[in-house]
C-alpha cells in the first residue's frame, strides 16, 4: 500500500502492468491469427485425407479384380471337390456292393463246405450204423 502513495512509483507500476496486458485489438488480432492458423491446418489435413483417400481408392480397385478371380478359382475348386466327392461316393457304394456279393459267395461257400464235410463223415457213419 505504500507504494500506491507515491506518485511516481504508482505510474511506474500503471507503465509496467500496462507493457504487460494486451488491448482488445491484440486479442482480436491473435484471434485472426490463430483462427487463420487453424483454417491452414485444417486445409492440410483435409488434403492429406483427400490424398489418402485417393490412394486407398486406387488400391481397393487394385485389388478387385484379384479378388474376382480368387472367388473364381475358389468357385472351380469347389466344383473339382464336388465331383471328386460323387466319383469317390460312387466309387465307395461299388465297393460296398462287391463286398456284399463276396459275403454271399463266401457265406454260400461255407455252407457248402459245411455240407461236404457233414456228408463226408455222416454218411459213413450212418452206413456204419445201419448197415
Do not use: C, W
Not at 500496462?18 to 491469427?33: F, H, I, N, P, Y
Not at 478359382?73 to 471337390?81: A, E, G, P
Request: charged share 30%; glycine share 4%; hydrophobic share 45%.
Amino acid at each position: 500500500m505504500e507504494a500506491l502513495r507515491h506518485k511516481e512509483l504508482r505510474r511506474t507500476i500503471l507503465l509496467a502492468v500496462s507493457r504487460e496486458m494486451a488491448t482488445k485489438e491484440d486479442l482480436d488480432k491473435l484471434g485472426r491469427e490463430i483462427k487463420a492458423y487453424i483454417d491452414a491446418r485444417i486445409g492440410d489435413v483435409n488434403a492429406r485425407i483427400e490424398d489418402l483417400n485417393t490412394g486407398i481408392n486406387g488400391r481397393i480397385n487394385d485389388l478387385n479384380p484379384r479378388i474376382e478371380d480368387l472367388n473364381r478359382r475358389i468357385s472351380d475348386l469347389q466344383t473339382r471337390i464336388n465331383d471328386l466327392q460323387t466319383t469317390l461316393n460312387s466309387r465307395i457304394d461299388d465297393v460296398n456292393k462287391r463286398v456284399g456279393d463276396l459275403y454271399g459267395v463266401v457265406k454260400a461257400s461255407l455252407v457248402a463246405v459245411v455240407v461236404t464235410l457233414a456228408s463226408t463223415i455222416l454218411v459213413p457213419l450212418i452206413l456204419k450204423i445201419f448197415f
